[in-house]
């Protein structure tokens, strides 16, 4: 039996190599952490998307969430940009972040394209490496 075009095309699609890495989008992530290490909120909410300032309203508003709810970010040891992909027409970039006491987190970047370049428009942190079920 002959696949159909839809099953060819998904087996294409999964077979692909990971998009390479996209030199304005490292520097909009590399930015806002370098900002967060300085504890530069208003500079870290400038690579936040519209949508994202207008959640959280104020750089304070913004910074407060991160410490609380992202703190490897805030506080990053080592950080390794892996796969750029293209889900459901949005673009997410694949991060690698070892925190200060050795821990390796996983996190997922929504980028999207803003008038002076890329913006972080949402950020997932995805099942650490090595967690079973």
Partial sequence: MRPSLPAL???LM???PAAAQDPGIESTIRGQIAAFLKDD???AFTYASPTIRGLFGTPE??????RQGYPM???PAEVELLDLREVAGALWQRVRI???AGGVHLLDYQMVP???GWQINAVQI???PGVGV
């Fill in 73 to 75: 970010v805030h506080r």
């Fill in 14 to 16: 999964l077979s692909l």
């Fill in 41 to 43: 909120f208003a500079t």
């Fill in 61 to 66: 508003n913004f910074g407060a969430m991160v």
């Fill in 126 to 128: 995805l099942r650490a």
């Fill in 98 to 100: 070892t925190d200060a």
């Fill in 114 to 116: 803003g008038p002076e």
């Fill in 9 to 11: 095309a998904l087996s």
